[in-house]
């Protein structure tokens, strides 16, 4: 069994910043993949961010130079770091564990970016 849960969203006015965290927990050997995605109303679920376990990262282009994704292993975290928050940001963020060819998701945490 692996519980995974988000922390960290919030109100914020446009260009603040605010720091998303993931903690998974349970039966976990080695995470492979920690990400985070974003739904905004009637929008599709999106990939915003991604990280393997050796380090290598991956962003969106809506959000490149502004968020950055980081983990901590031993802590089986992953933590998304937005600057310059936009309107557009807005959106429930999830995270997502990939542990050998199994995925778990997290229940989510609102982002709403509003003066």
């Known amino acids: 069994q692996v519980q995974v849960v988000e922390s960290g969203g919030g109100l914020v006015q446009p260009g603040g910043s605010l720091r998303l965290s993931c903690a998974a927990s349970?039966?976990?050997?080695?995470?492979?993949?920690m990400g985070w995605y974003r739904q905004a109303p009637g929008k599709q679920r999106e990939l915003v961010a991604g990280?393997?376990?050796?380090?290598?990262?991956n962003y969106a282009d809506s959000v490149k130079g502004r968020f950055t994704i980081s983990r901590d292993n031993a802590k089986n975290t992953v933590y998304l770091q937005m600057n310059s928050l936009k309107p557009e940001d807005t959106a429930v963020y999830y995270c997502?564990?990939?542990?050998?060819?199994?995925?778990?998701w997290g229940q989510g945490t609102q982002v709403t970016v509003s003066s």
């Open positions: 997502k564990i990939r542990i050998s060819t199994s995925y778990y």
């Open positions: 349970g039966s976990i050997f080695s995470i492979y993949f």
């Open positions: 990280i393997i376990s050796g380090g290598t990262t």
